[in-house]
């Protein structure tokens, strides 16, 4: 089982980017799926998840009317769309899915069991 989190780089405050995370070696379509991030120095922060069938969404605090995530559970993959990013977005961020079936979308990050390797996003003030 992979997850393969891309679309991270440098980008300007105010800007916007589009992270993707594709899974594969199954199907995660029944489980909830989240976005974290880890700035260099700082414990790793909880940013976006989304019900398996897209209906819910549930954002950090710092993201949140920023931030949207969405699901294709056809193409097996969750976008994270990034607006206004501001420099402390800086970090690297992962991607990950719980392993239970329709789970908890405020569930903690010891919840899930599938990461994938991460993605730089800068953002230059």
């Known amino acids: 089982v992979q997850l393969q989190a891309s679309g991270g780089g440098l980008v300007q405050a105010g800007g916007s980017l589009r992270l993707s995370c594709v899974a594969s070696?199954?199907?995660?379509?029944?489980?909830?799926m989240g976005w974290f991030r880890q700035a260099p120095g700082k414990e790793r922060e909880f940013v976006a998840a989304?019900?398996?069938?897209?209906?819910?969404?549930y954002y950090g605090n710092s993201v949140k009317g920023r931030f949207t995530i969405s699901r294709d559970n056809f193409k097996n993959t969750v976008y994270l769309q990034m607006n206004n990013l501001k420099p402390e977005d800086t970090a690297v961020y992962y991607c990950a899915a719980q392993e239970k079936t329709y789970g908890t979308i405020s569930a903690p990050f010891d919840e899930y069991a599938y990461w994938g390797q991460g993605t730089l996003v800068t953002v230059s003030s």
């Open positions: 989304i019900r398996w069938d897209g209906i819910s969404e």
């Open positions: 070696g199954r199907t995660f379509s029944h489980n909830v």
